[in-house]
Nanobody, 120 residues
Framework: QVQLVESGGGLVQPGGSLRLSCAAS????????MAWYRQAPGKQRELVAT???????TLADSVKGRFTISRDNTKNTEYLRMISLKPEDTAVYYC??????????????WGQGTQVTVSS
């Protein structure tokens, strides 16, 4: 079994910054793509950013130039650095990981979510 634990959320003023972390633990041989999603109240969950094992990244248009995704493969951890935060960034942020646990076992895992609130 694999667990993903997010941290770093909180309340921040518009224009502020936060860094989210997501640490994976458990039966892990390798982690392929890791990602961050977010879900605002009353809206569907949306993809924010992805990063492959080799650090190729994608970002949603709404966060380009403001968010940066990174990872540390030695720690099985991914990060989301967010700057110039806007009220519309308010959401629960979830990490996601495509994990190889054994030669025959590869599954998709989710964290429990961390709240980010951007408000004055």
């Amino acid at each position: 079994q694999v667990q993903l634990v997010e941290s770093g959320g909180g309340l921040v003023q518009p224009g502020g910054s936060l860094r989210l972390s997501c640490a994976a633990s458990g039966m892990i041989l390798s982690i392929y793509t890791m990602a961050w999603y977010r879900q605002a109240p009353g809206k569907q969950r949306e993809l924010v950013a992805t990063i492959t094992y080799d650090a190729a990244t994608t970002l949603a248009d709404s966060v380009k130039g403001r968010f940066t995704i990174s990872r540390d493969n030695t720690k099985n951890t991914e990060y989301l650095r967010m700057i110039s935060l806007k009220p519309e960034d308010t959401a629960v942020y979830y990490c996601n990981a495509d994990v190889l646990s054994s030669i025959k076992t590869r599954n998709d895992y989710w964290g429990q979510g961390t709240q980010v609130t951007v408000s004055s």
